[in-house]
C-alpha cells in the first residue's frame, strides 16, 4: 500500500485557467476527502465522498469547484477559471468508515499557485 | 456546529524539553472523535491518535502522550524530552457524528520549534 497520492504536486497556472488535480486513495477505503490549506491555517473541508456518492459540499466550494469520484476509486477536483484567492495547498484524504471514524491519511498535497 | 481552538500559535523549546499542546473542542454531538496530526516542512499531514468520546483513558505512545477530559473538554498533546525531529505543525481535529456532517473540523495549528 502506498497511501494516498496526488497529482501533480505543484501546480503553476495563469488566472483565468482551469485546473484539474487527482487523488488516488488508500484502495480499500471507502471515504474520501478534499481540503485545502493557506499559510498559517488548518485545512478547511470542502467536499467528501463515500463510494462514488459525493455526500457534502462546503460552502467555500463555489460553482467555479467541482469534484468526481466516477467509480468509487480516485478522485479529481476541478477548478474553472481560477482566481488569485485559490493559491492554495489542495490535500486529499481517505479513510474506511464501517459505522464509525477510523483515522483519515493525507496525500502530500497539491500547491496551485495563480498568477 | 463543531470547533476546534489551538489557543497556542507558536511554542519553542529546548531539546529535552517537555511540550503540551492545548486542544480545546466544542460539539453538541454526544458521539464524537478526536485526532492529532502531525504536519513537518514536508507538508504531508501524518496522523498520530484517535481517541472516540466514549474512551477517557490517557494514551501513551513512546513520547507522546494525551490527556482527554470530557469535563474541560480538551484533548492535550504532550511531548516529553522533545527532540529536534519534533519540530512541526500540530493540528487537532474533531468529527462528530449527529446532525448530519461528518467532516473532519481542524483547530488553526500550534507550530513547535525545537532548539538544539
Known amino acids: 500500500d502506498t497511501g494516498v497520492s496526488q497529482n501533480p504536486r505543484h501546480k503553476i497556472t495563469k488566472r483565468g485557467q482551469n485546473v484539474t488535480f487527482r487523488c488516488d486513495p488508500i484502495?480499500?477505503?471507502?471515504?474520501l476527502y478534499w481540503y485545502r490549506q493557506t499559510l498559517g491555517q488548518g485545512p478547511e473541508f470542502l467536499t467528501y465522498f463515500q463510494n462514488e456518492a459525493q455526500l457534502e459540499k462546503s460552502r467555500l466550494l463555489s460553482d467555479r469547484f467541482s469534484a468526481e469520484r466516477p467509480k468509487g476509486s480516485f478522485s479529481t477536483l476541478e477548478i474553472q477559471r481560477t482566481e488569485q484567492g485559490d493559491s492554495a495547498m489542495y490535500l486529499c484524504?481517505?479513510?474506511?468508515?464501517?459505522?464509525?471514524?477510523?483515522?483519515?491519511?493525507f496525500g502530500q498535497g497539491t500547491r496551485l499557485t495563480v498568477v | 456546529a463543531q470547533k476546534v481552538t489551538q489557543a497556542q500559535t507558536e511554542i519553542s523549546v529546548v531539546e529535552k524539553e517537555d511540550v503540551t499542546l492545548d486542544c480545546v473542542y466544542e460539539?453538541?454531538?454526544?458521539?464524537?472523535?478526536l485526532f492529532w496530526y502531525k504536519q513537518p516542512p514536508s507538508g504531508e499531514l501524518v496522523f498520530l491518535i484517535r481517541?472516540?468520546?466514549?474512551?477517557?483513558q490517557n494514551e501513551i505512545s513512546g513520547r507522546y502522550s494525551w490527556n482527554f477530559q470530557k469535563s474541560t473538554s480538551s484533548f492535550n498533546f504532550t511531548i516529553t524530552a522533545s527532540q529536534v525531529v519534533d519540530s512541526a505543525v500540530y493540528f487537532c481535529a474533531l468529527i462528530g457524528t449527529q446532525g448530519g456532517s461528518e467532516k473532519l473540523v481542524f483547530g488553526k495549528g500550534t507550530k513547535l520549534t525545537v532548539n538544539p
Open positions: 460539539t453538541r454531538d454526544t458521539t464524537y472523535y
Open positions: 484502495s480499500e477505503h471507502n471515504r
Open positions: 484524504a481517505s479513510s474506511l468508515f464501517l459505522g464509525a471514524h477510523t483515522e483519515a491519511f
Open positions: 481517541r472516540n468520546s466514549f474512551d477517557e
